[in-house]
């Protein structure tokens, strides 16, 4: 069961099962991320099982891929209830996949699968954007590919649905994904779009990070499932500009070169953060932030869940998690007429 603003961390149970595959999925991540800063792509493609788009409905949902940047690699698997009802509009959800801005796609299986239970469920045209890898291309490479998908859509709304309405917009992503999220709706705030109207924020369990060890990963430090401090930091190393250190302005969000957002028009903002997330306390420092800047925050915390818990669907709370995602859009569409 979530709870708002309840830091206390229980006791973490995981089926054998899910302590498994997760224990591997990590331990292989840990063997393909090598010192001197390179990923032996190849051993990670044993481990991500890439799936096929879907034109054909299958479970209420059709999906199919859409190029934005051949020669970048930017493109979007575009998910579309396939019952929709006549004359009804509905909402765009722009959601960037985790991954620490190194692994996994929209094409990888767990992101798929995620992204056809948040279209069936929201009943929204969910648009899962690609964007380039870290080592191999560092900061802002990511930000832009983000904010290409963005504008793509904006001068291409024709790729869309015709009852897609991206007057009711929203971004959402999940770790790394969170982070890029957060990074493109700055940079939407600041663009002059016409036809993109963004209404909202979802922010799941963001990879934001600092030079400080926070409570949360000194008590975790490498022991919480999947998250560690050891391989956040080789990730923030790879990811961030050479000779920057983890308080720059794209990982500490919140911090001493953080961004005066006071004046642009950022979105209302959905945050989760679980107990057994050695992110924990960033997160709750990116919401507090939200807050101190004016802005419109919501807090959900899951203290007996850990990082990327509603990628794996058996657990309850993964179910929890995408009907708060639903109210939270119908509340701020409802608001905005």
């Known amino acids: 069961?979530?709870?708002?603003?309840?830091?206390?961390?229980?006791?973490?149970s995981l089926a054998w099962h899910m302590r498994f595959s997760i224990s591997l999925f990590a331990a292989v991540n840990d063997?393909?991320?090598?010192?001197?800063?390179t990923i032996n792509r190849r051993l990670l493609k044993f481990l991500d099982h890439k799936t096929k788009p879907s034109p054909l409905p299958s479970n209420g949902v059709t999906s199919e891929d859409v190029t934005v940047d051949a020669a970048k690699d930017v493109w979007f698997r575009l998910f579309t209830p396939s019952t929709p009802v006549a004359g009804a509009t509905l909402p765009v959800l722009i959601f960037f996949h985790g991954g620490g801005f190194a692994f996994?796609?929209?094409?990888?299986?767990?992101?798929?699968?995620?992204c056809r239970r948040l279209c069936r469920r929201l009943n929204a045209i969910v648009v899962s954007v690609n964007y380039r890898p870290t080592p191999e291309h560092r900061?802002?490479?990511?930000?832009?590919?983000?904010?290409?998908?963005?504008?793509?859509l904006e001068e291409n709304p024709s790729v869309l649905p015709k009852n897609a309405d991206l007057a009711k917009c929203?971004?959402?992503g999940d770790s790394a994904g969170a982070n890029l999220a957060h990074h493109v709706a700055i940079r939407i705030a600041q663009s002059e779009l016409q036809k993109v109207r963004v209404l909202g924020l979802v922010s799941i369990q963001p990879f934001f990070g600092g030079e400080e060890r926070t409570e949360a990963e000194i008590r975790l430090g490498n022991n919480a499932p999947l998250v560690s401090v050891?391989?956040?930091?080789?990730?923030?190393?790879?990811f961030l500009p050479n000779g920057?250190?983890?308080n720059h302005g794209s990982a500490n969000v919140s911090g001493p070169n953080a961004l005066d957002i006071s004046g642009l028009n950022y979105p209302?903002?959905?945050?989760?953060?679980?107990?057994?997330?050695?992110?924990?306390?960033w997160q709750r420092r990116y919401y507090e932030w939200l807050r101190k800047s004016g802005k419109v925050a919501q807090l959900i915390e899951y203290p007996t869940m850990f990082h990327a818990f509603y990628l794996f669907p058996n657990v309850p709370e993964s179910s929890q998690l995408i009907s708060q995602v639903k109210d939270f859009i119908t509340k701020e569409i409802s608001n905005s007429e």
């Open 104 to 114: 996994l796609s929209p094409a990888s299986f767990g992101y798929n699968a995620v």
């Open 170 to 172: 929203f971004l959402a």
């Open 139 to 152: 900061y802002p490479c990511q930000y832009d590919d983000g904010f290409a998908a963005v504008k793509f």
């Open 1 to 12: 069961m979530a709870a708002e603003g309840n830091s206390e961390t229980p006791k973490l």
């Open 31 to 37: 063997v393909a991320c090598r010192s001197d800063g």
């Open 244 to 246: 920057s250190d983890r």
């Open 268 to 281: 209302n903002t959905l945050v989760f953060v679980s107990g057994f997330d050695p992110l924990q306390d």
């Open 230 to 238: 050891a391989r956040t930091d080789w990730l923030w190393k790879v």
